[in-house]
């Protein structure tokens, strides 16, 4: 399924001792950094995996979250189980 975010947090939930995954959808990069809540969450609860394909991202440690900015299109799958993130990226010349 197709969504529209410009950044998402991507972490591990558990809830009621099962573990999975969630997605917060933002529309603003950095968006850890401004205490803004996010627009949308996906949870995937029992999901056993999550792949990502096709963005840098930046692992935050203090949360052990992924986070992703400058999102030009995102496609989330949930199937088996199993959850797929791919888009496309703005790129940044280093």
């Known amino acids: 399924m197709q969504y529209q975010a410009k950044a998402i947090i991507v972490g591990r ?3 009621s001792g099962q573990y999975g995954a969630f997605v917060a959808l933002f529309d603003m ?3 850890h950094k ?3 809540a996010p ?8 999901c056993r995996n999550v792949k990502i394909f096709g963005f840098d991202c930046k ?4 949360g052990a979250d992924i986070v992703i900015n400058d999102i ?4 989330i799958e949930d199937k088996d ?3 797929t993130i791919k888009g496309k990226q703005k790129k940044h010349a280093s």
Request: charged share 35%; proline share 0%.
């Open 59 to 62: 692992f935050m440690v203090g």
């Open 39 to 46: 627009k949308k969450v996906l949870d995937f609860l029992g």
């Open 34 to 36: 401004s205490g803004q």
């Open 13 to 15: 939930k558990k809830d």
């Open 29 to 31: 990069n950095d968006h």
């Open 81 to 83: 189980m199993r959850i």
């Open 72 to 75: 030009e299109s995102l496609d």
